[in-house]
């Protein structure tokens, strides 16, 4: 059995109405993450670093960053690097892993994945490795440093299996990927086939 308020009157009863409605309309929300500026700004990159990247088997990163270089997807800007940058990639051997072996390489011929790797491996200005720390990638995505108890540096709780530096610019590499999903992959080897766009 219902009791009527005293206070239920019409026009009350439309304003709750009205207020219970518009708050379930949908509103528009601000994306979790900040897109980068188009095109990406990328510090020059440290042919010292790269070589040293290479002999110890993680250069892979840096010819991707030099292909995307040439696109106009990013361009180079020498003051984006004056304060040092540091990347967080894998060994080439573990990229042998992530991209199928075949006649097309998404990594050499795909500028859309070639900006995303660089996009979301690249830290720019100066990273102190030896404290936990919160960092954004020049791609804008989120990078949680950490140090375990047994002295293990992490980034999003993935292991450091190698950090090395040649003066303000470090290499981290990690035990696996972050941000890029298999899909974003598969995509860039169709796109460097030009069967997509």
């Given at each position: 059995m219902q009791v009527a308020s005293p206070l239920a009157t019409p026009l009350l009863t439309i304003s709750l109405l009205i207020a219970m409605s518009s708050s379930s309309t949908a509103k528009a929300v601000a994306p979790r993450q900040p897109v980068a500026p188009w095109p990406l700004a990328l510090p020059p990159q440290d042919g010292n670093l790269r070589a040293l990247a290479e002999a110890k088997g993680a250069g892979?990163?840096?010819?991707?960053?030099?292909?995307?270089?040439?696109?106009?997807?990013?361009e180079v800007k020498p003051e984006a690097g004056e304060a040092g940058w540091t990347v967080f990639t894998i060994s080439d051997e573990a990229w042998l892993d992530v991209v199928p072996q075949g006649p097309v390489d998404p990594l050499e011929l795909d500028p859309v994945l070639q900006r995303l790797v660089v996009a979301t491996q690249l830290v720019l200005g100066h990273l102190d490795l030896t404290v936990p720390s919160t960092t954004k990638t020049v791609g804008g995505r989120t990078?949680?440093?950490?140090?375990?108890?047994?002295?293990?540096?992490?980034?999003?709780?993935?292991?450091?299996?190698?950090?090395?530096?040649?003066?303000?610019n470090q290499l981290c590499v990690l035990e696996k990927l972050l941000f890029i999903r298999p899909e974003d992959v598969e995509i860039g080897v169709e796109r460097a086939r030009g069967t997509s766009t």
């Open positions: 892979r990163f840096f010819s991707v960053w030099a292909k995307l270089a040439t696109t106009n997807l990013a990078l949680v440093l950490k140090i375990r108890p047994d002295g293990q540096l992490v980034a999003n709780d993935v292991p450091v299996k190698m950090v090395t530096g040649e003066g303000k």
